[in-house]
């Protein structure tokens, strides 16, 4: 069973061009960006975690490791030493990614909407059950209360 040969041409330029619609979409192209800049980023955080909050607290503490603390119980052994790293690397992430990226984002945000005129409210509450209705609605869609 051989095809003509202008139908499989058309048949590869219809599947290929599809790909190509699907590939060159904003949403699979801003996706991809954002997992390789989110790597190269987790590598980051990592490696300030690793070799400058870590060593300060190995400082303060005089203990950089705490994985081998550990107990044990009929044999099997509780690594709670490991729990400990887990917790300090978490909050240390979190607290860099917080003052790091959130707060200065939020900022820049911020200043950048300061000039910003409120828009007109498209909706109000109703009185009867406060829930959100259209600012034109004469009654309320959820609890049948005549609005003003």
Known sequence: MNMPIDKTKSVVKNTFGGFKQFVLRGNVVDLAVGVLVGGAFGTLVTSLVKDLFTPLIAAIFKRPDFSSLMFTINGSHFLYGDFINAIISFLIIALTIYFFVVLP????????HKGDIPLDPTTKKCPECLSEIPIDAKRCSFCTQPVE
């Open 105 to 112: 984002v939020n900022a820049l945000v911020a200043r950048s």
